[in-house]
């Protein structure tokens, strides 16, 4: 889990960090920042190694949603797993979400711990 290259996108900064802090904590070296979707998205052909997307949701540019659709719908990309990090936690739109091919979703806040069990989970269900 820990030798995958990890790519995060959120606009926030703060929020940002706080992810990178938490991915260091479980024990990830090797990530990649963007601040929305299209930043994201000429990061992810940048860097061509790329093994799991974490996304927030609301972004300006291109959102979460846009920017998972176009992963999915882009070879070599489409088989990544995404985990959408996000304040939306209405049931509606985890049912979104998994429509569009996310494979985990966490609501903020989170610890480092759920971070840790969802990055698991998702990385499980994909092999």
Known sequence: MIDRKVLFVDDSPTMRR???NSLKKIGFTDFVEAE???DAFEKLEEEGDISLILTDWNMPEMNGEEFVKKVRSTEPFS???ILMITTRGMKDDVITAVK???NGYVVKPFT???L???IKQVL????
């Open 36 to 38: 929305h979707g299209i």
């Open 79 to 81: 088989k990544l797993p």
């Open 112 to 114: 480092p711990d759920v």
């Open 18 to 20: 706080i992810i990178k």
């Open 124 to 127: 499980e269900k994909v092999g």
């Open 116 to 118: 840790k069990m969802k």
């Open 100 to 102: 569009i091919g996310v």
